[in-house]
């Protein structure tokens, strides 16, 4: 009797397992993952710009409360319901940033660079290697930050694919840089 072992599970050489397994069906015949990963979504809503806002934001929902509610009417009134509306929009934007980018997986193969957005409706952006003209990180404070990719095209020179929301965004440029044997050594250093 011949015992056929249950396959392996598949897993890229590193990253996150589970952010993997959502880019395994993604794959064509023979290409190798690499490394996947989510992006963190804090780092997301903050790399967008949205942090200011939304501390403008947690400052007027108080102030537009005591004045929505506290005079009764005329201008002071509308001030303070302006206050409150505004704060709610850019709660609401800042959210579905927040929520978009956790649905978000990167993934590194052996060919191409793949963004899985995994809404409602799931959209794959996959890039072949060979279009990437230039690697580029931005590091914040804390060590995370994004990885910029210059994408070159017969028909968009210059479009531009950004990973953002990565815990050390140089290494993720640095293994972009050697899986598809770029010449980057500025991202090298350090």
Do not use: C
Not at 23 to 45: I, K, Q, T
């Amino acid at each position: 009797m011949v015992v056929v072992p249950f396959p392996a599970p598949r897993a890229p050489a590193s990253g996150n397992r589970a952010a993997a397994a959502r880019l395994f069906d993604h794959l064509e015949p023979g290409e190798r993952l690499l490394w996947a990963d989510r992006p963190d979504p804090w780092s997301v809503v903050r790399d967008r710009g949205f942090m200011v806002p939304l501390w403008l934001g947690a400052i007027a929902v108080p102030l537009g409360t005591i004045l929505a509610l506290g005079t009764g009417g005329g201008p002071a009134y509308v001030a303070g319901l302006s206050l409150l509306v505004g704060a709610a929009l850019i709660g609401m934007l800042a959210f579905g940033v927040w929520r978009r980018a956790g649905e978000t997986v990167y993934g590194l193969t052996d060919r191409r660079i793949l963004v899985l957005r995994d809404g409602a409706i799931p959209k794959l952006e996959a890039t072949a290697a060979d279009r990437i003209a230039w690697i580029d990180m931005v590091r914040q404070r804390d060590g995370s930050g994004a990885v910029s990719l210059t994408i070159i095209d017969g028909s968009q020179s210059g479009a531009e694919l950004v990973l953002g929301g990565l815990a050390d965004p140089q290494d993720v440029a640095r293994r972009i840089a050697v899986a598809y044997s770029f010449q980057a050594p500025h991202l090298m250093q350090g």
